[in-house]
C-alpha cells in the first residue's frame, strides 16, 4: 500500500496554479430533458474522451469512477449490476441519448445488466449519472437514479479512424469509424470487435467452477445521424448492434447476447417560446444460455414532449409517454403490457436561484397507476458556495417475469403484485475555490422504499419488503495545471432490508476512488483506482474489500497516427466482485490509432 500512497501522492500534488482558468463546458440534458447549465440535482458527467485517455474501453469500467455507485459483474465479459444509492439492480434507468432502454425478457424491471459491458466507449461522447428519484421525467425504473449514455456526432470533414489493439489472455480489439458534419448534417458510425481467450469465470468458491478459460466475443456497431431541414426543423435517428458469445461455468456451456437499438427523433420550433419534440424507439433483446434456455424480448417507447420558454426565468416541460414491452422466454409464455404517462415540471432560473417542481401521473396496465412528484432547489451565494437540496418520490412496476413467470413448470409470477415506491431526498453544498479550478461536494441522501418485490421460495414473488438507504457523498475536482485534471470521490452507504433486518447484499459500506488524466502536448496519462469495503453476497458469503487501479498511456506521432498502451489491474489484485467469479490479474495492451 505504501506504493499506491506515494503515487497518488505524486498525482494530486499540485505544484504550481496558472492564471488562466481552464473551464470545461457542461450543459446537462438528463435532468430535466433539456439543456440546462444549472441544476439543482446530484450529477456526474464523463467525458468519452476523457475515459478513453484512462484506458476506459466499455461502459461498465466507466461506471466504477461514479460517486454513490456500486458495481458488481459475473466474472469476464458477464452480466452487471449496478447500485445507485443502494437501490436494488433496475431500481434506475439506463437511457441512450435520453431514451429509456432495458430488457424485458429480464428478472428484474429496468434490467440492463446482460448488455451493459457489451457497450463500448468508442461512440460515446459522455455519460450523465443523475442521483435521487427521477420518475417524474423517466417514469417507472427511475428510482435512484438515470444513466443516459449520450453518442458521439460527427463535426468538421469527413473522417475515417482505424484502431487496432492486441494483449493479454490473447485479447484483440479493432475499431472503424467514419464521422463527419456541417451546418445541417453530421454522422457517426462505429464498428468495433473484440475477441479474447478469457480466464476461468469462477474459482474454487463457486459450485459451478472450471478451471478452463471462458472465451469472448463481441462484435458492435453503433450508428448516429442528425439533419438540419431548417433553422426550425430538425430530424435525426441512431442505431446500436451487439452480437456477445461468452463461454460460462454451470449448467449452461454457452451465452449469445443480440440487442438492437434505433431511435427516430423530430424537433420543431413552433413559435419563440414554444419547441415541441417526438421520439419513437424499438429494442429487441434475445439471449441464449446454450443448451437449456431463451430470454427474447422487445421494447417500444414513443414520447411527444413540448418545452415553453414562457420567461427569460421560467420553463415548462410538458408530454406524454408510451410504452410497451413484450416477453417469451424459457419460463414465460409469451406476455406484454403498456404503460402510459404523462408528465409536467416548471423550472424558474433567476440569478443565483434555481426551483424546479414536476409531477408525473403513470398508468401501468393490470398493474395499477401511481403519481410521482419532485422538487429541487439550489441557490449559489457570492462566495462561489451553492446549497442544493432535492426530494422525490418515485415507483418500479413488476416485471413481465415477476408477474406471470414459471421456474421449471410452477407459477412463481404474482399478477397481483403493486409497483414499488419510494421517497427520497438529498441535501448538499458544492464550494469552488481557485477562480472554479477546485470544487468540492458534499451531499447526504436518504431513501425509503416500500412494497419491495422479493422472492419466497414458497409463495413466489410477493410485496414483503421495506428498504432504507442513506448516505454521504463527497467530490472533489481539481485543475492543477491547464493540462492536469484529478478527481476523488468517497461515498459511505447503510443500507438495510427493514423486513429481515439485515443489511442488503452488494452494497459496500464504503468505497473510494480517483482519477487523473494528464494531456500535454503529443502525450496522454491516464491513471484511475477504485477502493470498495467488504461487503456480504449471497448464502451469507462475504466479499473481502480491495483496492484495484488501471492506467493507459498514449503518445501522438503526428495528426493522423498514435500509439497506446494500457495496463488493468496494475498491482495484480487477487479481488472478487461476485463471490466465486474471478477478475483478471494485471493485464497489459498495446496499439495504434489512424486518422485519415
Known sequence: MKKVFKILFFLLLPLTIEAQ????????????????????????????????????????????????????????????????????????????????????????????????????????DRIEIVRGPQSILYGSNAMTGVINIITKKGIGKPKIKLLTEGGSFNTSRESLTLSGGKEDLNYFLNYTRFDSDGISKTNSKSSYFNPDKDAYREHYLGGKADLKFSDKVRFGFSLRYINAEQELDGWNDFENDRLFFTQLYYEQDLFPIWEHNLRFSYTSTNRKYEPYDFYEGTLTDFSWQHNFKLFKFFKVITGFDYRYERANTSYIEEKDLDEKAWFGEGIFNYKNLYISLGVRYTDVQDVGNKTTYRFAGAYTFPTQTKIHISYGTGFRAPSLYQLYGKFFGISVGNPNLKPEYSEGFDVGITQWFLNKKLSFDITYFYNDIDDLIDFDWIKGYLNIGEVYTQGIEISIDILPLSWWQVGLFYTWLNAKDLTNDTWLLKRPHHKFGFSTVLSLDKCYLGIYGNYVGHYSDYLNTQVKSYFVMHAALRYKINRHISFHVRVNNLFDRDYEETYGFNTPGISAYGGAEIIW
Open 21 to 124: 482558468t481552464i473551464t470545461l463546458p457542461k450543459v446537462v440534458v438528463t435532468a430535466s430533458r433539456i439543456e440546462e447549465k444549472e441544476t439543482a440535482s446530484s450529477i456526474t458527467i464523463l467525458d468519452g474522451e476523457e475515459l478513453k485517455k484512462q484506458g476506459v474501453i466499455n461502459v461498465t469500467e466507466a461506471l466504477h469512477q461514479i460517486p454513490g455507485i456500486s458495481i458488481t459483474q459475473y466474472g469476464f465479459g458477464g452480466a452487471t449490476s449496478v447500485y445507485i444509492r443502494g437501490g436494488k439492480n433496475g431500481q434506475a434507468a439506463i437511457l441512450i441519448d435520453g431514451v429509456p432502454i432495458y430488457d424485458p425478457a429480464g428478472i428484474d424491471k429496468g434490467d440492463l445488466g446482460a448488455f451493459l459491458s457489451h457497450l463500448q466507449i468508442e461512440d460515446i
